[in-house]
Structure formats: C-alpha cells, structure tokens
C-alpha cells in the first residue's frame, strides 16, 4: 500500500486577463510575525522620540498641554495609519514587509489602493480580539481571532484582507 504524503502547498496562481500566469507564495501567519514585530518596534521609538522631544521642548516652553496633545496625536497616527500610509506608499510594504520581503496584493495580481491599505490596517483592531484586559491602562490584543481567521483561509488572509480583497505575498 503506497503512502501518499502531500505537503501544504502556499503557491498562488494568478491569471491576469491578458491570460498570463503570476504564481506567488502566499505569507502564513508566522511569516508575518517578525515584520509585525518589526513594525511594532519602529512605532514604539518612533513616539517614544516624540515624546521625549515635545516634552523637552514644550516643557522648557511652559506649555506642557501643547506637549500632551502632540504625544496624542503622534500616538493616534501611529496606531491607526503607520500601516496603511506605509503601505500605499511603499507598494504594499511596511519597514518590516520590506525586511522581510512580503508584500500585500490584491488577490487578483494587482498593487493595492489607498483605500484598501488604510481599511485592512484600521481592521487589525478587529483581528486583535479577544483582548486580555489586566487594567483600564493595560490591555494586551491576543489576535487569536485574526490567527483562526488566516488558518481558515486558503490564502492566510485575516479579516482585514478578506474584507479588502487582498493578501500578503
């Protein structure tokens, strides 16, 4: 009796309507694991920098509040858009896809848009559910929905990408 050992196979073959064949290996979830944490490291200097640098200089300025709003605002940013700004800029890379040379696409072959970028970055909030909340100040995003979502998924795309369309290459 012969073993038949058929392995995962990550490969994606996109026809474009010229009838040409673009066949891609699709980024699994541990993959996009250490551009994610690269990313992450990246926002965390970039506002603690700022932070310091608007306490510093709105500090010896004597308008502190002006100092708070520019941290806040530096946080929001970073949170909300550092990935979506990146990758309609960087053809659908952040500093860590780029290091780890990954990068989103539409699942039809193409670069993604503006509006694709923005959307399945604001999402990820989404993908971090369950959240583990120690304290109203501390609350730590599992990502075990986005995991289970992107293990479903023929193409590992989070709920992110399966709402915009798009995949990580």
């Known amino acids: 009796m012969a073993q038949r050992t058929e392995q995962l196979d990550s490969r994606i073959r996109v026809v474009t309507p010229e009838n040409i064949a ?7 979830p541990f993959w996009r694991l250490p551009a994610y944490m690269i990313d ?3 926002r965390f200097a970039t506002f603690a920098l700022l932070a310091f640098v608007s306490a510093l200089i709105f500090g010896f300025a004597g308008v502190g509040s002006l100092s708070v709003l520019v941290i806040l605002l530096t946080w929001f940013v970073l ?3 550092y990935g979506g700004l990146f990758e ?11 290091l780890m040379q990954l990068r989103v696409i539409t ?4 670069p993604i848009n503006a509006l694709q970028a923005i959307l399945r970055n604001i999402l990820r ?16 995003p599992t990502y075990l ?11 590992y795309q989070r709920l992110g990408d399966l709402a ?6």
């Open 22 to 28: 673009f066949e891609y290996r699709v980024a699994c």
């Open 40 to 42: 992450l490291a990246i």
């Open 79 to 81: 949170a909300w858009f």
């Open 88 to 98: 309609t800029f960087w053809n659908g890379q952040t500093p860590g896809k780029r």
């Open 107 to 110: 699942t039809d072959g193409r």
């Open 125 to 140: 909030v989404v993908d971090a559910l369950p959240a583990f909340v120690v304290s109203a100040e501390m609350v730590f």
């Open 145 to 155: 929905l986005g995991l289970a979502v992107a293990a479903w998924s023929r193409r």
């Open 164 to 169: 915009c369309g798009t995949m990580v290459v």
